[in-house]
């Protein structure tokens, strides 16, 4: 598995971690991996819903010392 790019959003509310995450894949070609570092509360449910919205596949996340660390695969 490659590295994911990582999309730093720590101190940033909603929506800038999705709208980083989402000019981060336009670009990217399918299979492309994105940790997207966030303490927004919001994430913990925003992420997961976009990425289904959006055909992407969310692989989950992880508790950081500060937030989380969200794994997401462009699938398309």
Same mark, same amino acid.
């Given at each position: 598995?490659?590295? !994911?790019?990582?999309?730093?959003?720590?101190?940033?509310?909603? !929506?800038? !971690?999705?709208?980083?995450?989402?000019? #981060?894949?336009?670009?990217? /070609?399918?299979?492309?991996?994105?940790?997207?570092?966030?303490?927004? /509360?919001? #994430?913990?449910?925003?992420? !997961?819903?976009?990425?289904?919205?959006?055909?992407? /596949?969310?692989?989950?996340?992880?508790?950081? /010392?500060?937030?989380?660390?969200?794994?997401?695969?462009?699938?398309?």
């Amino acid at each position: 598995m490659s590295e !994911p790019v990582v999309i730093d959003t720590l101190g940033l509310a909603c !929506p800038i !971690p999705i709208i980083r995450l989402a000019v #981060a894949m336009d670009d990217a /070609e399918p299979g492309a991996l994105f940790e997207v570092l966030s303490d927004d /509360e919001g #994430a913990k449910v925003d992420i !997961p819903v976009w990425c289904r919205m959006k055909r992407q /596949e969310y692989l989950g996340r992880t508790d950081r /010392e500060r937030g989380w660390a969200f794994l997401v695969r462009k699938a398309v």
